[in-house]
């Protein structure tokens, strides 16, 4: 298996500009992650998906960053307007939840710059 | 709620030399208890797990966790570090009746040649 996709790998944009980035979760997986890693805050959740419907997305920042997603194999997560302060690297993972083990994949990650 | 409490955030130590990285937990339900590793310019790979049974548990690369109940603690050894160990270590628990994973600050591991 090729393992999470993430696209783009890295993106710079201006403030005040939409950025969409894109999460190929692994094949048969049924939950899905999008984390922000910053040096201050750290490794944080944003939102959860399970078979496609949002569980918990009380890690949201605020209105300006929206999640979706539409099938089981693709995720998005919008940010509109950008600001810089939303500069981070942004992980998606996926896991299949199924007991015993919640052990999640994660993707390369996208780094964002926002200027 | 959960919590993961990672009290280094900076471990320096010489190359061939032990090191113990630790992690404390909280939790008012049972868990699964993780350590993730990131690499430089990386997303992170799970380390070890532990879900049940024995509380000592290895991973393929020499690092091993033990979990202590009493102590609500999972505290990651590895008797002599590489250079190549220089990561982002993680450690993780997830209520085992619900799949959100809660992680820790981090700690990052510098080994010295």
């Known amino acids: 298996d090729a393992g999470v996709i993430q696209s783009p790998r890295h993106e710079v944009t201006e403030m005040g500009q939409e950025v969409t980035l894109r999460c190929k979760p692994i094949?048969?997986?049924?939950?899905l992650f999008w984390y922000r890693q910053t040096m201050m805050r750290g490794l944080e959740l944003l939102i959860y998906?399970?078979?496609?419907?949002?569980?918990?997305d009380s890690g949201m920042p605020e209105d300006r960053f929206s999640a979706k997603m539409p099938n089981a194999s693709f995720s998005t997560l919008k940010i509109q307007p950008s600001e810089p302060r939303d500069s981070a690297v942004y992980f998606c993972?996926?896991?299949?939840?199924?007991?015993?083990?919640?052990?999640?994949?994660f993707g390369p990650g996208t780094r964002l710059t926002v200027t | 709620a959960q919590s993961v409490t990672q009290l280094d955030s900076q471990v320096p130590v010489f190359e061939e030399a032990p090191v113990e990285l630790r992690c404390n937990y909280s939790s008012s339900v049972s868990v699964y208890l993780f350590w993730y590793v990131q690499y430089p310019n990386q997303g992170l790979q799970l380390l070890l797990k532990?879900?049940?049974?024995?509380?000592l548990v290895e991973s393929i690369n020499g690092f091993e966790a033990e979990f202590n109940k009493s102590q609500t603690s999972f505290h990651l050894r590895k008797p002599s570090v590489h250079i190549s160990d220089t990561a982002e270590y993680f450690c993780a628990v997830s209520p085992t009746s619900y799949d959100k994973v809660i992680f820790g600050p981090g700690t990052s591991l510098s080994v010295i040649p």
């Open positions: 094949s048969g997986h049924n939950s």
């Open positions: 998906f399970n078979n496609n419907v949002p569980i918990d």
């Open positions: 993972a996926s896991s299949l939840r199924r007991a015993p083990s919640h052990e999640q994949y």
């Open positions: 532990y879900l049940s049974g024995s509380t």
